[in-house]
């Protein structure tokens, strides 16, 4: 059984450039969450989806922006990169609340 | 705001018990208690969560004080694979983030 799939696991992108960072949660869960984790920090929260809308946001900028598909699948979009956006972004899956989530091994990006 | 304190660091013996305390005093009642782990160069994993009855699975244990205010993680018998960063989380019933803060660095001793 697969969990959660991100794709792709690396990627470097220029100042002001667009980044589409794309995930496929474990097989039986419909809740997506989305964190960006800096080296040495823990998981800050970006959002998450549920039922294919934003069921709730953390504290970040309009810049980051997400969407969930009827397959459960999400994406996260960055607009207009900042190098300070550079960072491993993780995607988690669940089946409900108060379940655990199931964390990918995320997509390191890099903003040169 | 993770609103969990946790120790910086913790070391251990292999096969020997890790106890990892976290102190949650703000906790609100219907607040769970979460325990994930991240190994280098991976994801979080889960490893426990609990309300307010003392939790077993097969990965570890989670012993939560009679007030709330307090929770450990009991690792039963440490191996080299347990070496992680251990977050304590707080997590209301309608809060559906997960708030991580600095976390326990684990170090086991071979």
């Known amino acids: 059984d697969a969990g959660v799939t991100q794709s792709p696991t690396h990627l470097i992108k220029t100042r002001g450039q667009q980044v589409t960072l794309r995930c496929s949660p474990k097989?039986?869960?419909?809740?997506v969450s989305w964190y960006q984790q800096a080296l040495g920090q823990g998981p800050q929260f970006i959002f998450q989806?549920?039922?294919?809308?934003?069921?709730q946001r953390g504290n970040f900028p309009d810049r980051f922006s997400g969407h969930q598909f009827p397959n459960y699948s999400s994406e996260l979009n960055v607009n207009a990169l900042l190098l300070g956006d550079s960072a491993l972004y993780l995607c988690?899956?669940?089946?409900?609340?108060?379940?655990?989530?199931?964390f990918g091994s995320g997509t390191r990006l890099t903003v040169v | 705001d993770a609103k969990t304190t946790q120790p910086n660091s913790m070391e251990s013996n292999e096969e020997e018990p890790v106890h990892l305390p976290c102190n949650h005093s703000?906790?609100?009642?219907?607040?769970?208690i979460h325990w994930y782990r991240q190994l280098p160069s991976q994801g979080p994993e889960y490893v426990i969560h609990?309300?307010?009855s003392n939790v077993n699975n097969r990965m570890a244990s989670l012993a939560i004080a009679e007030d709330r205010k307090s929770s450990t993680l009991i690792l039963h018998r440490a191996t080299l694979r347990d070496a992680a960063v251990y977050y304590c989380?707080?997590?209301?019933?309608?809060?559906?983030?997960?708030?991580f803060g600095a976390g326990t660095t684990v170090t086991v001793r071979a």
């Open positions: 988690a899956s669940s089946p409900g609340v108060n379940y655990g989530y199931t």
């Open positions: 097989s039986g869960h419909d809740t």
């Open positions: 989806y549920y039922e294919e809308e934003e069921r």
């Open positions: 703000t906790i609100s009642g219907t607040d769970y």
């Open positions: 609990g309300l307010t």
């Open positions: 989380i707080r997590g209301g019933s309608n809060d559906y983030k997960l708030s």
